[in-house]
T-cell receptor
Framework: EAGVAQSPRYKIIEKRQSVAFWCNPISGHATLYWYQQILGQGPKLLIQFQNNGVVDDSQLPKDRFSAERLKGVDSTLKIQPAKLEDSAVYLC?????????????FGPGTRLTVT | AQRVTQPEKLLSVFKGAPVELKCNYSYSGSPELFWYVQYSRQRLQLLLRHISRESIKGFTADLNKGETSFHLKKPFAQEEDSAMYYCALRTNAGKSTFGDGTTLTVKP
């Protein structure tokens, strides 16, 4: 089966600009996650969707970050305006269900550099 | 709030030596614990989960609720085990928290 797809793979923007990332999960996976991974740190959960509803967005900086999951399939994560500290790899993952012991399948990530 | 701590950023062993990657957690509920691995130029992927009590690629991990630990062990390390390892915790509500990872290098 095809894995989790993400685009773009790399993005360089200046601070105060906007950027959007796209994720296509594995077909049939109800749960979708967005993580932020800063260099030298582990992935930090930003938002978790179950189908097209938000399960957890407690660590999403809502003043500048937004995310949506269209029709419970693809998802976009947007940053507006970007800050230098947003430089990180943004990982998308999906799993069959969010509350049972199903593994998360990760995409290749989008490396964002804010200058 | 839950927390996962991996005290070693870097770990280096020789091929054939035993290896143990430490993971400690804090969570008031009953957690699910996982080990994820990222090989060079590959995606993050699941290695093993405590609920399955399985051995994958020779690695095992036992959940010790008394010590709140979930250390990853392998009796004889191989060069292909060199990778970044992340310990992760999932809460009863399904929220995932990752540690900051340990880079394992297995020298020939």
């Amino acid at each position: 089966e095809a894995g989790v797809a993400q685009s773009p793979r790399y993005k360089i923007i200046e601070k105060r600009q906007s950027v959007a990332f796209w994720c296509n999960p594995i077909s049939g996976h109800a749960t979708l996650y967005w993580y932020q991974q800063i260099l030298g740190q582990g992935p930090k959960l930003l938002i978790q969707f179950q189908n097209n509803g938000v399960v957890d967005d407690s660590q999403l900086p809502k003043d500048r970050f937004s995310a949506e999951r269209l029709k419970g399939v693809d998802s976009t994560l947007k940053i507006q305006p970007a800050k230098l500290e947003d430089s990180a790899v943004y990982l998308c993952a999906s799993s069959l269900l969010g509350t049972l012991s199903y593994e998360q399948y990760f995409g290749p990530g989008t490396r964002l550099t804010v200058t | 709030a839950q927390r996962v701590t991996q005290p070693e950023k870097l770990l280096s062993v020789f091929k054939g030596a035993p290896v143990e990657l430490k993971c400690n957690y804090s969570y008031s509920g009953s957690p699910e614990l996982f080990w994820y691995v990222q090989y060079s130029r590959q995606r993050l992927q699941l290695l093993l989960r405590h609920i399955s009590r399985e051995s994958i690629k020779g690695f095992t991990a036992d959940l010790n609720k008394g010590e709140t630990s979930f250390h990853l062990k392998k009796p004889f390390a191989q060069e292909e085990d060199s990778a970044m390892y992340y310990c992760a915790l999932r809460t009863n509500a399904g929220k995932s928290t990752f540690g900051d990872g340990t880079t394992l290098t297995v020298k020939p």
